[in-house]
């Protein structure tokens, strides 16, 4: 079955639809997107399979793995990128299988700090050990070099784009009071 499998061409993706008329900036973003897509789908299913989990609880608990004293729902939600509704959720169910608690903060009686429990933090250590080889065998056959090299690239177009966001930001805040 490896064979016929290793004939076929490959499933397309998100670069596929390009052609090198396009420009470089929209295959760049592409390739990116592709890259991240071919580790992520791994990733999701590994963790299914694996550890009964998704990504997003994951990542949920990674941030809180990074903040051992707890963080605020809004917190969390900013950090992950997505609304406070998913995080609540995600939050409640790792909460009923005691994987973390919230804790009132004192001097504001609405909110709340998620924090592991020794349980969630146990679970999240081993997930992440097994997520740090996942990732190191799927690179594993780029070269350290290139990794290095292109680690640091993209650290400047990280910055390059957090530059550029920065300077946009007045100019449509200017147009949006218009």
């Not at 490896?2 to 639809?17: G, I, K, L, Y």
């Not at 994951?58 to 605020?72: C, I, N, S, T, V």
Request: glycine residues 4%; aromatic residues 4%.
């Amino acid at each position: 079955m490896s064979a016929v499998r290793d004939t076929m061409p490959p499933a397309p993706d998100a670069e596929s639809r390009l052609h090198d008329a396009h420009h470089v900036s929209l295959r760049l973003w592409l390739r990116l997107l592709t890259c991240t897509l071919m580790i992520e789908r791994p990733v999701r299913s590994r963790l299914r399979e694996r550890f009964a989990t998704t990504l997003p609880r994951f990542d949920l608990m990674a941030q809180l793995e990074r903040a051992p004293e707890g963080l605020k729902m809004s917190e969390l939600s900013r950090r992950m990128m997505v609304t406070s509704g998913n995080v609540t959720g995600i939050t409640d169910q790792l909460a009923a299988e005691g994987m973390v608690e919230r804790r009132p903060i004192e001097g504001d009686r609405r909110a709340y700090a998620v924090r592991l429990t020794p349980a969630g933090r146990a679970a999240f250590d081993a997930m992440a050990k097994a997520h740090e080889h996942w990732i190191e065998d799927m690179v594993a056959a780029f070269p350290r070099a290139d990794r290095d090299r292109l680690y640091a690239l993209l650290g400047a177009l990280k910055s390059s784009l957090r530059a550029n966001a920065t300077e946009q930001a007045p100019r449509r805040a200017t147009k949006e009071r218009r």
